[in-house]
């Protein structure tokens, strides 16, 4: 609706159910009656327009009545974060659990090559000589097939093939 069609409609006369109406909210207003509908509406709209001075005694129970359910809503908050939380974590917990389970009662087992044992006998099939180059080739051989066996052993350990 345009303004000039907004006057119009306002310089209509009244129907009685319109007027009928605005007795009743007057009468209810005047009475101090709020179980009128229009009541809490028209009493809202006159303190936004003409608010009333507090007293400081008022000012500060409001004050303190605000402060207190904020105080109580930030609690509530943090309690069902907290809940929230702890739900998450317990069902990822037992997630994870059956998902381990259920993936290591298919999977069977396969004895890991460390269970045999690894020996470096083989390399000791000649005397030690009193040549330190000789022992430093021997201890070198002996480094190379350890980190081998080592190597091996965790490739199975993982399950690499």
């Known amino acids: 609706m345009t303004s000039q069609e907004d006057r119009d409609e306002a310089d209509k006369p009244h129907s009685a159910a319109e007027t009928r109406e605005a007795e009743a909210l007057r009468v209810a207003l005047e009475a101090g009656d709020s179980s009128h509908e229009g009541v809490n509406v028209a009493r809202a709209l006159s303190f936004a327009m003409n ?24 609690r509530e908050s943090r309690r069902t974060l907290t809940r929230r939380l702890i739900a998450a ?5 037992a997630a994870a659990s059956i998902v381990l389970f259920v993936s290591n009662s298919q999977s069977p087992r396969r004895a890991s090559s460390s269970a045999f044992g690894t020996s470096t006998q083989s390399l000791f099939s000649e005397p030690f000589s ?4 000789a022992t430093t080739g021997r201890l070198g051989r002996i480094v190379e097939a350890r980190s081998h066996a080592f190597r091996y052993q965790r490739y199975d350990e993982w399950g690499v093939r």
């Open 89 to 93: 974590t317990v069902t990822f917990s």
């Open 51 to 74: 608010p009333s001075v507090l007293s400081e005694a008022q000012h500060q129970a409001a004050f303190a009545r605000a402060e207190w359910l904020t105080a109580k809503r930030a």
């Open 130 to 133: 009193q040549d330190t180059s």
